[in-house]
């Protein structure tokens, strides 16, 4: 099925979900926001790799896909953990109120 899709049509769907994810990285300030937009921009990379992979007829494309999969699953894990301390902490999620964590 992902043969019948050109490969432009993909790599620029994952352009496009890639600039997405980091304008909502620079953009948020709300670090649940930032954390989806970290997932966002995985995929995105991901969906690069299965295309690139299609392409090609080779499956490094679905096993580096995999690979982020486990990556993001243990990003997500670590990160909501972080948050929930955070929140404990100061209270908020603002990422520029808790910025004062510096030195």
Do not use: C, K
């Amino acid at each position: 099925m992902l043969a019948s899709i050109p490969t432009e049509h993909g790599l620029y769907l994952a352009a496009a979900l890639f600039l997405l994810g980091l304008i909502g990285v620079l953009v948020r300030r709300n670090l649940i926001f930032m954390l989806l937009s970290l997932e966002i921009m995985l995929n995105a990379t991901g969906l690069a790799f299965i295309v690139a992979g299609a392409r090609w007829g080779e499956p490094e494309g679905q096993i580096m896909f995999m690979l982020i999969l486990a990556v993001a699953a243990a990003e997500v894990a670590v990160a909501l953990a972080l948050i929930l301390l955070i929140y404990r902490r100061f209270g908020t999620l603002d990422a520029d109120r808790i910025s004062g964590m510096r030195g």
